[in-house]
């Protein structure tokens, strides 16, 4: 970033030259004139005033005159002031004294013109000093007056001295007349008498007047860079600016203007680009502009005053527009064109709305509508930053800092918003204003979207959403619309949803509204056939081998997801790692390393299909669901806008949910854009990859060939290795395999490897019944049946220490719900390979879904927890089914769901 | 599953008081079922399934529609993170009265729980019965509890 600013700077930096000001100082003060002379040529040459600098004269006077104006150039460039002043005022008193002389002498008219080019040159250095350090020329001599005045005295003394006139502009320059110095020095350039080296050092000086850096003193660095004269600049620099700024003003010693990001573009028309950078100058106003100020810097003063936010930087750019026209293109807002209708009453928070001009207006209105994406002028933690957000959605102010101490019972900021606004207050919220025109969003339209709310994601059709915000438009007596709804915990998703096409339109609560008529939405938007968004497959179809039973791929297990198309686009965008971070989490989960991912496009498979393959066992495939296939999400910005306003959208993100389809988003960007905060906003793309996580075990359990289970081994300190490796390699990968079959995780391999190794010391193996009896701490006995899985007794003795270790990770210092399981619940259970057995176990998993839903686990009567879990597995693959002995100790559990006897619902009777 | 007779015979009375209201409520608890482990640890249980009714007399005319609407609206106002599931919708008491039910959830600090709120009208006493469950079994019990709650019946008058 430093090298782009530094590069960007680069044109910036057209000031003329500074010479080598220590060495000339040194120089003039040992009075060596010939060699401070020379020094100076050598490193300026063109600063200096040629009848100073001229050996023609070359009498001890003039020499000592020479040695001052060096000296005071020198210090001038050190910044010694004092030092310049008094070289300067030496440099006056020795003109006048010679002057004077002259004239008594007998008015050497010859001697006299070129004590007045001196005179004309020193006043107009001392000029541009006292512009430059804001000091009175009257104090140095008191006939000098302003500094303005004084350099154009000397340009009248001196009128073909271009020294002279370059010092007139850099005092305009520093006066703050950047434009006035520009215009006098693109004159002088074109003038007959100047020769061309003077010609070059004019048009540097216009450059550099020209330049943000000279306008940069005209008391804003943001007003600067937004004035300059070429108004395209803004595009070819962009984001930059206020790291420029910011540099600039360091570099003139000039406070840090803020540094605000460039969201905003003003395009402003006129008839020449003059009329357009006035029309700029004049919205941006000065520095000093109060929030009373009718000035871009005035509204941002407002803003943050009542709003508590800080109005983003603002690009503004010549248009091709007509005169006093202009148009502000804001993110996620449709372009408003000035001049803009504006609902009365939404300007009043700000008192200098009414003598602002049209755009300014036009900037408040857009500034409204993005309130809460601007940055906050407090630093929050998140439940009150989020809160912030959606309080300045609804246009009231973010709170100055953290709300203390936050309540408990709000488990959510837009909870906490719902209930505060259903509380009655003066001012009424935005909405509420007594002219507004109450209407009711249409009894169907609002029971569609509820609906959705059940669904995969609030829903409506394009269509719906046109007819609605069609009907919304300023009643018979000019009073502009809030649109009610009945539920209040639907109104902030209904503004976001209508906030991109009508940001201006409120949404009020039926119980905010108090005893206020309501009218209806006229005309009513005609109902919309409801139908089901386009059709694609939901869910991952699993392998019915998903255990360790299922065949093992030794050879070739290398990971293949092979895409359609249009589906292959997305996922291999640079953006997106979300498939590749999803299986690194499963393997991260399950304690093992898994493969990477390669990613193939295949013609063949419809656009959107993809397919799952571990070496040439395909493991999944499925449909990706339609970019946009809730049909609400069909612009990024609607996204941004719904996720934002209700930060976590309840009833679709509800963590007691998780298997609930969330929101699909438009692309992988904007996914990205979101996942991190709200990680149930889905696009297409993270659809798969929630796919494939489910698959987390489906997939290591074939990965986990003989290399894998070395490389595992190498990950734990030898001896526990060693003692796994007796076991023998194969019996070990097998081991391993059943484990995490069912969702152990191995990241505690190395606590089981000595119980595994030594079984005859530490476990007794009951053959006779069945039992294997250990002396793991707190677990006697443990049932098992001994006689299908390989190595039994190896098996339940690592679940007796992996799964608690499981659970404990999964769940740490949280309570665990069990669900448990009565053996006589599989009393009509139908064997195994019966012709109703599939449909049998799904109707039986079904009643475990509220276990899934809440994260609960599976307590099983030992002798039958693998029968269990082989029922389930194909509904509910990651639910972990376990026997009493492998709750792990010391973490609290309870039995939140009993699954007895009785008829399955959907089992065939 | 009756209020004892013991409990009603011994209904508490107050001194009167002017313009005061009284209200009833019975609350019906399902027991605790503490599970026992082999190895003789104990798992308590879950958040219990229970059903309240509570009974008032009305001191104006208040029709179902409006009554179940005032509910919804003081729940959402006094609950945090509510969310209706379900209704309004009738409801059918084995006696013949007709109600109008309401489900919804919200969460708790130990779980999110369940209710269905049925209202019914007898001439100038509102019911309410409230049967509360766990949510995440909410969809196996939820007709379990509402079976509970459609067997309401005003108690015969003495004698």
Request: net charge neutral; hydrophobic share 50%.
């Amino acid at each position: 970033m430093i090298r782009t600013v530094q590069r960007l700077l680069a044109p910036l930096r057209t000031a003329p030259p500074e010479p080598a000001w220590q060495t000339l100082s040194a120089l003039a003060a040992e009075r060596d004139a010939v060699r401070a002379v020379s020094a100076f040529i050598a490193s300026s040459g063109e600063s200096m005033p040629p009848r100073v600098l001229s050996p023609a004269r070359s009498d001890g006077l003039s020499g000592a005159r020479t040695l001052e104006m060096i000296a005071a150039q020198a210090a001038f460039g050190a910044g010694d002031r004092r030092g310049c002043l008094a070289h300067l005022a030496r440099v006056l008193r020795s003109l006048k004294r010679e002057s004077a002389a002259l004239e008594d002498a007998g008015r050497d008219l010859e001697a006299l013109a070129h004590l007045r080019l001196l005179r004309a040159e020193t006043m107009a250095m001392l000029a541009r000093c006292a512009a430059e350090w804001e000091i009175p020329p009257g104090s140095i001599d008191r006939s000098l007056r302003d500094a303005a005045r004084l350099a154009e005295e000397a340009v009248q003394a001196a009128p073909h001295e271009a020294y002279v006139h370059l010092m007139r502009a850099m005092t305009a320059i520093a006066l703050g007349d950047a434009d006035g110095a520009a215009a006098r020095l693109r004159a002088l350039a074109d003038a007959p008498w100047l020769n061309e080296g003077w010609r070059e050092s004019v048009r540097s000086v216009v450059r550099y007047a020209e330049g943000p850096a000279a306008r940069v003193r005209q008391g804003s660095p943001l007003r600067a860079l937004a004035a300059i004269a070429d108004p395209a600049w803004l595009d070819r620099h962009g984001d930059a600016l206020p790291e420029m700024a910011a540099e600039l003003a360091l570099r003139l010693g000039r406070p840090v203007p803020p540094a605000l990001e460039v969201r905003i573009v003003l395009e402003i028309g006129g008839a020449d680009e003059k009329r357009i950078e006035a029309a700029a100058n004049a919205l941006i106003g000065t520095g000093t502009d109060g929030a009373g100020s009718p000035s871009i810097i005035g509204l941002r003063a407002a803003l943050r005053q009542r709003f508590g936010v800080i109005l983003p930087g603002i690009s503004l750019r010549a248009a091709a527009l007509g005169e006093g026209a202009a148009v502000i293109r804001a993110p996620e807002q449709p372009p408003l064109s000035v001049p803009a209708e504006i609902p009365a009453g939404d300007l009043d928070w700000w008192e200098a709305h009414a003598a602002a001009p049209a755009a300014l207006r036009a900037l408040a209105q857009v500034a409204l509508r993005g309130l809460d994406r601007m940055p906050l002028d407090s630093t929050l933690s998140h439940w009150p930053a989020a809160l912030a957000r959606l309080r300045l959605a609804e246009r009231m102010e973010a709170p100055a800092a953290d709300v203390q101490p936050v309540p408990e019972a709000f488990s959510d900021a837009m909870t906490a918003l719902t209930i505060e606004r259903l509380t009655p207050r003066e001012p009424p919220p935005w909405g509420l204003e007594p002219d507004r025109s109450l209407r009711w969003l249409p009894r169907d339209d609002e029971a569609a979207l509820a609906a959705g709310v059940d669904g995969p994601a609030i829903a409506t059709e394009p269509a719906r959403l046109r007819r609605i915000v069609a009907a919304l438009s300023p009643d018979g007596d000019g009073l502009w619309p809030a649109l009610v709804v009945r539920d209040a915990r639907l109104r902030p998703l209904i503004r976001a949803l209508l906030r991109i096409d009508r940001p201006d339109v409120p949404v009020v609560a039926r119980a905010e509204c108090g005893g206020r008529p309501v009218a209806p939405l006229d005309p009513p938007p005609e109902p919309v056939q409801r139908g089901d968004p386009p059709a694609w497959r939901r869910g991952v179809a699993l392998p019915a081998a998903g255990s360790a039973e299922a065949p093992w791929i030794s050879a070739d297990w290398s990971l293949t997801l092979t895409a359609g198309p249009a589906l292959h686009a997305e996922l291999a965008a640079a953006r997106n790692a979300v498939v590749e971070r999803a299986i690194e989490q499963a393997a991260r989960a399950l304690g093992v390393g898994l493969p990477p991912l390669r990613l193939v496009a295949e013609e063949p498979l419809t656009p959107r299909r993809w397919r799952l393959a571990c070496g040439t066992e395909v493991l999944a495939e499925a449909e990706a669901p339609p970019a946009g296939a809730l049909v609400v999400l069909d612009s990024p910005e609607r996204v941004r806008a719904l996720v934002a306003d209700t930060e976590r959208l309840v009833p679709i993100s509800d963590p007691r949910h998780p298997a609930t389809p969330a929101t699909l988003v438009e692309g992988v960007a904007e996914a990205a854009l979101v996942a991190g905060d709200f990680p149930s906003v889905f696009s297409p793309a993270a659809w798969v990859a929630r796919a494939l996580a489910a698959l987390g075990p489906a997939i290591a359990v074939r990965c986990l060939d003989d290399a894998a289970v070395l490389a595992r081994l190498a990950t734990i300190p030898a001896r526990e290795a060693t003692a796994l490796l007796r076991l023998g390699l194969a019996p070990l990968g097998r081991l391993l395999r059943a484990l995490i079959a069912e969702g152990v995780s191995l990241d505690a391999l190395d606590r089981v490897a000595l119980p595994l190794a030594e079984p005859a010391r530490r476990v007794r193996w009951l053959a006779r019944e069945g039992l294997v009896a250990a002396a793991l701490p707190g677990h006697l006995a443990l049932p098992h049946p001994g006689t299908a899985a390989p190595d039994p007794e190896r098996l339940a003795i690592a679940r007796a220490v992996l799964v608690p270790a499981t659970l404990a990770a999964v769940h740490g210092a949280g309570r665990i719900g069990l669900w448990l399981v009565e053996e006589a619940a599989l009393a009509d259970a139908p064997g195994a390979g019966a012709a109703d057995e599939a449909a049998w176990n799904d109707a039986f998993a079904r009643r475990l879904d509220g276990c899934a839903r809440a994260g609960g686990v599976v307590l099983a009567p030992a002798s039958r927890r693998a029968e269990i879990r082989r029922r389930i597995a194909a509904r509910h693959p990651m639910l972990q089914v376990i026997a009493a002995h492998e709750l792990p100790r010391g973490l609290a559990a309870w039995v939140r769901g009993r699954i007895g006897p009785g008829t399955v619902r959907g089992a065939p009777s | 599953m009756t209020i004892p007779e013991m409990l009603l015979f011994d209904l508490p009375a107050l001194r009167d008081r002017e313009g005061w209201q009284v209200a009833l409520q019975a609350t019906f608890v399902e027991p605790a079922i503490v599970t026992e482990l082999a190895s003789g640890e104990t798992l308590p249980p879950g958040p219990r399934a229970n059903v309240v009714v509570g009974r008032r007399l009305l001191t104006e005319p208040l029709t179902l529609e409006t009554a179940i609407e005032m509910t919804r609206t003081n729940m959402l106002q006094s609950v945090a993170g509510l969310r209706v599931l379900r209704g309004p919708e009738p409801f059918a008491f084995d006696d013949g009265g007709a109600g109008l039910s309401l489900d919804i959830q919200f969460p708790t600090p130990i779980a999110t729980l369940a209710q269905v709120h049925v209202l019914r009208i007898d001439a100038d006493v509102l019911t309410e019965c409230v049967a509360t469950v766990d949510e995440a079994s909410f969809e196996d019990r939820r007709e379990e509890m509402l079976e509970i709650v459609r067997s309401f019946r005003r108690r015969p008058a003495p004698g």
